[in-house]
C-alpha cells in the first residue's frame, strides 16, 4: 500500500503561470518532507523540503506547503518556466527509519511557453 | 565540488548472471544509499550504509541482492542470478549526515534480457 500518492501523473502549465504539485501521505509518524525534480537520464536532484513542524517553506519561486491535518502537501512554482518542465517526486521521511526516503510515483510537469 | 557518481551508466547482462553495481559518493558524506526505480515508479529504498555498516538493508527483495561498503566510502551493490523483473534504474544517493539531504547520482540502468 502506497504510503505517498501523487494522484496526478502529469499537469502541463503556460509560461508564467503557477504550478500547484499535490502529495498526500497515510503515515502520520513521517516528520521531514522533500521535493526532488528529475531530468531525463539523470539522478533527481533535491529541490526544497520542509519540516513536519512547520506549515510553509520558500526557496524563490518553489514554496511548499504542508497541511499536517489533512496528511497533504504542496509545491508551488512561480511563476513557471520552461526549465522547470520535468518529473517531480514527493518524497518523505521519518516513522521509525531515518535512512529511507518514501517516495511517489511523480508528477511529469510540462511548462509550454 | 564532484556529485554522486555511479558505474556503468548502463547494463545489459543476462538472466542468470552476476553483477555489480559501483557508487561514488561526495566525499566525506557517511551515509550512502541504494534505491531502484522502476518505470513509471518513484525510487523505491533498497539499503542504507551509516559508515561501513548496512543500518537498514530492509528493502532488499530477496537474498540474491547484497551491497558493501568495505572503507566507508565507495559501495558495490551486488546482484546474482539476475531475473528480468531486476531491469530497472539502480540509483544511488548520499548524505553528510543520515539526518541530511540526500544527494543522488545519475543511476545505473540495468536491463536483464
Known amino acids: 500500500d502506497q504510503q505517498v500518492k501523487q494522484n496526478s501523473p502529469s499537469l502541463s502549465v503556460q509560461e508564467g503561470r503557477i504550478s500547484i504539485l499535490n502529495c498526500d501521505y497515510t503515515?502520520?509518524?513521517?516528520?521531514?518532507f522533500l521535493w526532488y525534480k528529475k531530468y531525463p537520464a539523470e539522478g533527481p536532484t533535491f529541490l526544497i523540503s520542509?519540516?513536519?513542524?512547520?506549515d510553509k517553506n520558500e526557496d524563490g519561486r518553489f514554496t511548499v506547503f504542508l497541511n499536517k491535518s489533512a496528511k497533504h502537501l504542496s509545491l508551488h512554482i512561480v511563476p513557471s518556466q520552461p526549465g522547470d518542465s520535468a518529473v517531480y517526486f514527493c518524497a518523505a521521511k521519518g516513522g521509525g527509519s531515518q535512512g529511507n526516503l518514501i517516495f511517489g510515483k511523480g508528477t511529469k510537469l510540462s511548462v509550454k511557453p | 565540488g564532484a556529485g554522486v557518481s555511479q558505474t556503468p551508466s548502463n547494463k545489459v547482462t543476462e538472466k542468470g548472471k552476476y553483477v555489480e553495481l559501483r557508487c561514488d559518493p561526495i566525499s566525506g558524506h557517511t551515509a550512502l544509499y541504494w534505491y531502484r526505480q522502476s518505470l513509471g515508479q518513484g525510487p523505491e529504498f533498497l539499503i542504507y550504509f551509516q559508515g561501513t555498516g548496512a543500518a537498514d538493508d530492509s528493502g532488499l527483495p530477496n537474498d540474491r541482492f547484497f551491497a558493501v561498503r568495505p572503507e566507508g566510502s565507495v559501495s558495490t551493490l551486488k546482484i546474482q542470478r539476475t531475473e528480468r523483473g531486476d531491469s530497472a534504474v539502480y540509483l544511488c544517493?548520499?548524505?553528510?549526515?543520515?539526518?541530511?539531504?540526500?544527494?543522488f547520482g545519475p543511476g545505473t540502468r540495468l536491463t536483464v534480457l
Open positions: 544517493a548520499s548524505s553528510l549526515k543520515v539526518t541530511d539531504t540526500q544527494y
Open positions: 520542509i519540516s513536519s513542524i512547520k
Open positions: 503515515n502520520s509518524m513521517f516528520d521531514y
